[in-house]
């Protein structure tokens, strides 16, 4: 018997060596084997859709016959296959001007990973199961399918290092959010403001944690309580810590000013006196001290000579440091720039 195949308008080829392989599951995934040789663009979600069988099945199958040695697949596509899922669905509802597609803000979910797309996943890449098993240690708990899914996602999707995602996990259970949904919103932040690399990653976590413990320390000073911080007093806080530098000792020195000219602790006092402290490149608070002091024994000569009626020299008046003030003048003028009006009106 002869058997002539009508070729028609195309013809797929397939390796010789299936023919050893037809019984048996090379019999069940020989139609995936089939689809993957007529499409050279294959997902495994479009074979499954033509194929009407589910992704498990048709990861099954390319696993099967890359075992055999019939063909060689590259699990690498994940995170592509997202983004080009996403700036399809995208095209059909926004028009971007001049074809150029912008990256607008990540969603603070990553895709969902099904468990066969875990697997592969996880046999693709070395060292992921062992950093799966180390989060699992810093966090105290054996992850569920979907909390392994978020780790392969920041991996995969996010294109995040081991050590960059380590990082994070420590981060989290050292401020007591153990919470892989918590990691997972942090991750997509982070990415979506290009903080990908492991060494910018720890400037910003010690920025946050340096933020964070300045919070504590401010509620506690100013009695603070509970109650939510206003935007623009998380603003201050950061701004003090984190960009001059200044620690508790020197907030606190601040604080006992703004009560000492006010009678109360708005912190928009104090920001002002560390405003000025910064702006006159005052870092620590022995440099704070002795500006006082040097204030303080400029200000008693000059009672003094207020007093004898002798007029201060020139080579005095020349000596003063520039970073010295009038307290009176000081603090009226800061109360007006942070309230827009005078202290006499408190």
Not at 89 to 97: G, H, K, N, V, W
Not at 161 to 179: D, Q, T, V, W
Not at 262 to 277: C, K, M, Q
């Amino acid at each position: 018997m002869k058997v002539t195949p009508h070729y028609g308008d195309s013809v797929i080829t397939l390796p010789g060596n299936i023919l050893s392989y037809l019984r048996g599951d090379g019999a069940k995934y020989a139609p995936v084997l089939i689809y993957a040789a007529g499409n050279e663009e294959f997902t495994v979600s479009r074979a499954a859709e033509a194929l009407e069988i589910t992704e498990d099945e048709v990861l099954a199958a390319i696993k099967f016959w890359e075992t055999t040695g019939v063909v060689s697949a590259t699990i690498t596509s994940f995170k592509e296959k997202n983004k080009k899922r996403k700036e399809t669905e995208l095209s059909d509802t926004i028009q971007i001007p001049n074809e150029k597609k912008r990256r607008g803000k990540l969603s603070p979910r990553l895709p969902a990973y099904t468990s066969a797309e875990t697997a592969a996943f996880l046999e693709s890449r070395d060292g992921v199961a062992l950093l799966i098993d180390s989060c699992e240690q810093i966090i105290g708990k054996i992850f569920t399918a979907a909390e392994v899914g978020i780790i392969v996602g920041m991996m995969d999707h996010l294109s995040l290092s081991s050590e960059y995602i380590l990082l994070l996990f420590a981060h989290a259970a050292k401020i007591g959010k153990k919470n892989v949904r918590y990691i997972e919103r942090l991750a997509v932040e982070l990415s979506d403001r290009d903080v990908t690399e492991y060494n910018a990653l720890t400037e910003e976590l010690s920025s946050r944690e340096k933020t964070e413990s300045a919070v504590s320390f401010v509620r506690r000073l100013y009695g603070l309580g509970e109650r939510a911080l206003t935007e623009k007093e998380k603003g201050m806080i950061k701004k003090w810590c984190s960009d001059w530098g200044y620690g508790d000792d020197v907030i606190g020195r601040a604080y006992e000013i703004t009560v000492d000219n006010t009678g109360e602790a708005p912190l928009s006092y104090t920001n002002a006196v560390l405003e000025r402290w910064h702006e006159s490149g005052l870092k620590s608070l022995s440099d704070i001290d002795a500006d006082i002091e040097k204030y303080k024994n400029e200000r008693a000569a000059k009672d003094e000579r207020k007093r004898s009626g002798r007029k201060k020299s020139a080579s005095e008046e020349s000596a003063r440091s520039p970073s010295s003030f009038d307290t009176d003048e000081f603090f009226e003028a800061a109360i007006e720039r942070s309230y827009g009006e005078s202290p006499n009106t408190f």
